[in-house]
């Protein structure tokens, strides 16, 4: 998901209700179990829904081939922000919404001490190569996910 989240020193928050509830729509970041491999929990944006129409580049350095594909019943496209380096429905199709683990409201950058009190509220928490420095007493910048990264 680079470059909406770099590789080090960011947290993500992320709440499960939306998912459950169906309140996820395109342009949300979710976190969702790999299909390819379900020990592993990754973080794209959905796309489109189901009944949805999709047209995409087969391969992003060839601008000559591109598909369309139809979002079937119950399942949702999702794709990477980094169109080049990004492994998602481009490559593995639609995904069941049921593998949708939760939806992304906050990032959190700069931290040090609060992923302890995230993780005591129940929170889930993603970081992405964080290296957490526990001497620091900076306060964390709370960036609201979709706000500019810059």
């Known amino acids: 998901m680079i470059p909406t989240f770099s590789l080090t020193g960011e947290l993500i928050l992320a709440e499960r209700i939306s998912t459950r509830f169906g309140k996820v729509g ?25 009944g949805h129409r ?5 391969d992003p350095k060839n601008l000559d081939r591109s598909q369309t594909v139809v979002v079937p019943k119950g399942h949702v496209w999702i794709q990477g922000d ?22 992304v409201f906050f ?31 900076r306060l964390p910048c709370l960036i609201p996910v979709g706000a500019s990264m810059k």
Do not use: Q
């Not at 970041?29 to 592993?40: A, F, G, I």
């Not at 999709?54 to 087969?58: K, S």
């Not at 080049?84 to 949708?100: E, I, K, M, N, Q």
């Not at 609060?114 to 007493?137: E, Q």
């Open 26 to 50: 395109s342009g949300d970041v979710v976190l969702v179990r790999s299909p390819e491999n379900p020990r592993k929990i990754v973080t794209k944006r959905v796309v489109a829904m189901e």
């Open 54 to 58: 999709v047209t995409f580049l087969v």
């Open 82 to 103: 980094n169109i080049y380096a990004s492994h998602d429905s481009r490559h593995f199709g639609a995904v069941p919404y049921g593998l949708l683990h939760g939806k």
């Open 107 to 137: 990032k959190v950058s700069y931290f040090s001490s609060l992923v302890s009190l995230l993780w005591l509220l129940g929170l889930d928490v993603v970081a992405s190569g964080c290296g957490i420095n526990r001497n620091s007493y």
